[in-house]
Each structure stands twice: as structure tokens, then as C-alpha cells.
């Protein structure tokens, strides 16, 4: 094997797809990459046995060829290669390369014993822009579990009925939906668990522009857009009745500006309770109050920003964390907080944003636990 490429095409199929390298423990051969070319193109392929990424590039081919290279040495060398030409050429399992004043020899592997690339043939094809993918997952992504012992809440439910997509995950004290409606989607049900891991991938290296397919299948979900294709098998899909855990619409409804709410949280939790990293809203005419405690050195924190709520006076507490996180997913100017109750559920969505709640559990009091 032997082909001509630039610098760029070789660093983009070898960062795409580094993240999906398996372990040795597994399987020995997939702790490598598989490359490539033929037909004026290369291709670079890694695989943990349940996630695999392919990048292919276009380059110039002397002979077509494949073999498998060390995942760790062709990933140091390629990031650091002058901007020129790379010239790589193999001799059996022997591989040279060259880039301006540079030369390397590294030892491959055959390619035979490498797991192939099969691509998903069956499945409900959606079709969808790759910006709008990624927004899905950046604002859902962050309530998964990592629990070892929720394993199944590891990922984002995407269920698809009536030609609407909802993209759903808790982990069991929060809960992120996002929702959107579009005639051109399958109407068909599907209700296919994808893991955190996959979707992480998806965000890092699907292209920012143009249009993604993702094809569920019964054990596996392909990806597809541009220079990538992603294969991540499915989880076991044992998710709750998300249904039954969004609250109805709420009679108290508080708008704030974004970044000052953040940025007020911020300053007063540094001083809540390492324990339960809970803060005290307390929200009275125009006015939302910060305040956190921690109790084990008798400090304490206070913040204030204007709010739009008008009514009695009124405390509620949260995992600062959880806020945190959500208004750091947001770009929007004004965020709402809607409620019924202090010890129920409650709903923070962007104002006027219809597609996407974030539904949260209030703490309790302390004489209350």
C-alpha cells in the first residue's frame, strides 16, 4: 500500500475515530486502527465491539492496500506532522512515513484478524440537520446516569411515534425532553436506548453542516453524515413512562435573565453544604434571593438578581449542580421556572422555547427529611 495525502486528511480520520478503540482486554486487535485506501480514497476504521466509527477522506493513491497501525503511535505522530504532504507506504507489516523533513518507521499489523466494517442495512431511516442533532444531545446528554447500577439510564431513549421525535434522559432525580414534530419523519413507533458514550462521539464529530441520517435498527443505531458513519449497538431499553414524570402546566411561572441567574448561583454556592449542595431560592415581588449554608463551618452565601414574579413570598431548594447545568446547555437570554407546588416537580425551559423542558425535583427541607 502506498498513497499521497495532506496533513488534514490523515489528522481528521485519525482523531475521529481514536475515542472508539477497544481495549486489549476484549479483543487485542482492537486496541488499533484499521487504514485503508482504494478507489482515491482512505479510510480509517476503530471499534470497541460496541461502538464503531469510520472517517473516510479523498487522497492519491499509488497502490490500494489496508493494514492495522497502534492506535497511541499513529495518533502522536499524525497530531504533531508539519502542514505538507504525508506520504505513507507499507511493506508488508512495515509502515513509512514521511512529511517534509520527517521520517518514522512503525511496525503494523495485518488486516485480516481486524473486525469488518457492516454497515446497518434494515432500520426506520430520520433524516435531520446535523446542527439540530447536536443541540438535541448537548441539552439531554448531561441528565443521564453514571451509575453503574442504572446502567440502562446510561444514554438518551429516542422514541419516535406519530412523526414526532422525543429524545429523553434522567437519571433519576432530574429528567431533559426534547421534542420535535416533522412530517417527513417515519410514522412508525420506535423506542431505541443509545448510549451516552455513542452520542458523545456524535456531538465531537459529525460534521456542524449539513443533514445527518440516523438509522434505527433493532440492536444497533447508524449515524451518518458527510465523512463519518457511527455503529453504536442499542441498550437495553428498560426507561420509565417519562409521561407520567412531566408535570402538568404550572400557575407559578418566574422568568430570569440567564446569565445573571447563573452567574448568581455560582457565587452562592460556594459556600452550600458539600453534603447536599442545596441552595435556597426566595422569590418575592420583582426579586429572587440566593442563599447557601454549610453548616459543618457556619459560612454562608447570599446573592440577589431581579425577577419577573409577583405574589407571596415564597422558598424553594435545588441541587445547585442540577441549575447549573442546565443553564449552562442554554444560549437564550431569559429562562422560566414553572410550578404548581414547592414539593413538586417543576419545569425550567427557555422562554418561549416550546421543544425543550427541564424537569427538576425540588429538595426538601431539612425539618421535612
Same mark, same amino acid.
Given at each position: 500500500m502506498k498513497f499521497h495525502a495532506l496533513n488534514q486528511v490523515l489528522s481528521r480520520g485519525v482523531n475521529a475515530v481514536k475515542n472508539a478503540v477497544g481495549s486489549p482486554i476484549s479483543n487485542p486487535i482492537v486496541e488499533n486502527i484499521h487504514v485503508s485506501c482504494k478507489e482515491g480514497k482512505i479510510f480509517f476504521m476503530?471499534?470497541?465491539? $460496541?461502538?464503531?466509527?469510520?472517517?473516510?477522506?479523498?487522497?492519491?493513491?499509488?497502490?490500494?492496500?489496508?493494514?492495522?497501525? $497502534?492506535?497511541?503511535?499513529?495518533?502522536?505522530?499524525?497530531q504533531?506532522?508539519?502542514?505538507? &504532504?504525508?506520504?505513507?507506504?507499507?511493506?508488508? &507489516?512495515?509502515?513509512?512515513?514521511?512529511?517534509?523533513? =520527517?521520517?518514522?518507521?512503525?511496525?503494523?499489523?495485518?488486516?485480516?484478524?481486524?473486525?469488518? =466494517?457492516?454497515?446497518?442495512? &434494515?432500520?426506520?431511516?430520520?433524516h435531520i440537520e446535523n446542527k439540530?442533532?447536536?443541540?438535541?444531545?448537548? !441539552?439531554?446528554? =448531561?441528565t443521564t446516569s453514571a451509575e453503574k447500577s442504572r446502567y440502562e439510564l446510561n444514554g438518551i431513549k429516542f422514541h419516535l411515534k406519530d412523526k414526532r421525535l422525543?429524545?429523553?434522559?434522567?437519571?433519576?432525580?432530574?429528567?431533559?425532553?426534547?421534542?420535535?414534530? $416533522?412530517?417527513? =419523519?417515519?410514522?412508525?413507533? !420506535?423506542?431505541?436506548?443509545?448510549?451516552?458514550k455513542t452520542l458523545e462521539e456524535v456531538v465531537r464529530i459529525l460534521p456542524d453542516e449539513g443533514m445527518a441520517t440516523i438509522r434505527f435498527g433493532e440492536r444497533k443505531t447508524q449515524f451518518s453524515s458527510g465523512d463519518i458513519q457511527i455503529i453504536s449497538n442499542n441498550l437495553t431499553d428498560n426507561f420509565p413512562n417519562y409521561d407520567r414524570i412531566i408535570p402538568p402546566e404550572g400557575n407559578i411561572k418566574i422568568k430570569m435573565n440567564r446569565s445573571a441567574f447563573?452567574?448568581?448561583?455560582?457565587?452562592?454556592? $460556594?459556600?452550600?453544604?458539600k453534603d447536599t449542595n442545596m441552595v435556597i431560592l426566595t422569590f418575592e415581588d420583582g426579586n429572587l434571593e440566593i442563599t447557601a449554608e454549610r453548616e459543618e463551618t457556619g459560612s454562608e452565601g447570599h446573592?440577589?438578581?431581579?425577577?419577573?414574579?409577583?405574589?407571596?413570598?415564597?422558598?424553594?431548594?435545588?441541587?445547585?449542580?442540577f441549575i447549573r447545568e442546565f443553564l449552562q446547555s442554554l444560549e437564550d437570554e431569559e429562562v422560566e421556572l414553572e410550578?404548581?407546588?414547592?414539593?413538586?416537580?417543576?419545569?425550567?425551559?427557555?422562554?418561549?422555547?416550546?421543544?425543550?423542558?427541564?424537569?427538576?425535583?425540588?429538595?426538601?427541607?431539612?425539618?421535612e427529611e
Open positions: 476503530a471499534t470497541n465491539l $460496541n461502538l464503531t466509527i469510520r472517517c473516510e477522506g479523498e487522497l492519491e493513491i499509488e497502490e490500494p492496500g489496508e493494514i492495522i497501525l $497502534n492506535s497511541e503511535e499513529i495518533t502522536k505522530i499524525v504533531d506532522l508539519p502542514l505538507s &504532504e504525508v506520504i505513507i507506504e507499507t511493506e508488508e &507489516e512495515n509502515v513509512k512515513i514521511k512529511c517534509g523533513r =520527517f521520517k518514522a518507521k512503525i511496525k503494523g499489523q495485518s488486516a485480516d484478524l481486524f473486525p469488518p =466494517f457492516i454497515a446497518l442495512e &434494515e432500520g426506520s431511516d430520520l439540530k442533532i447536536k443541540n438535541i444531545i448537548r !441539552k439531554t446528554i =448531561f422525543n429524545c429523553v434522559s434522567t437519571d433519576g432525580r432530574r429528567l431533559a425532553i426534547y421534542s420535535i414534530q $416533522n412530517d417527513a =419523519f417515519p410514522s412508525e413507533e !420506535k423506542s431505541i436506548m443509545i448510549p451516552e447563573y452567574s448568581s448561583i455560582k457565587r452562592a454556592s $460556594n459556600l452550600s453544604s446573592d440577589q438578581i431581579e425577577a419577573d414574579y409577583k405574589g407571596e413570598k415564597m422558598q424553594v431548594r435545588f441541587n445547585h449542580n410550578m404548581r407546588d414547592i414539593r413538586k416537580p417543576c419545569i425550567f425551559r427557555a422562554v418561549g422555547e416550546n421543544e425543550y423542558k427541564y424537569v427538576l425535583m425540588p429538595m426538601r427541607p431539612p425539618d
